[in-house]
């Protein structure tokens, strides 16, 4: 399951497109996403999670971070720098 995403990142047309094709859904709405994909073999065929804002603005919460952030960090580390890294997640 990909719940790594701001809310307003999937609509539900990329929902029934992810059905589809999830890799190709992926790479269109994270460039790098397909690479990233097959060279870790991660499993892509849950649909995303759309989170709620709910309380987002009474907090103050603004997210830094999605799976576009992940593929942008990881696409051009060797594999074993990738496997060193910790999460920030």
Known sequence: ???AL???AVSADDLRDWERDPTGTA???FPG???VVERFSLDFSAL???????????IGYTPSRDFGTWI???TG???GQVKARTSDY
Do not use: I, K
Not at 48 to 58: A, D, F, I, N, Y
């Open 48 to 58: 995303p999670v759309r989170p709620s804002r709910l309380g987002w603005t009474e």
């Open 27 to 29: 790479d269109r709405l």
């Open 77 to 79: 580390l060797s594999d």
């Open 33 to 35: 996403a397909r690479a």
């Open 1 to 3: 399951m990909l719940d």
């Open 6 to 8: 701001h809310p307003e």
């Open 72 to 74: 942008d960090e990881v």
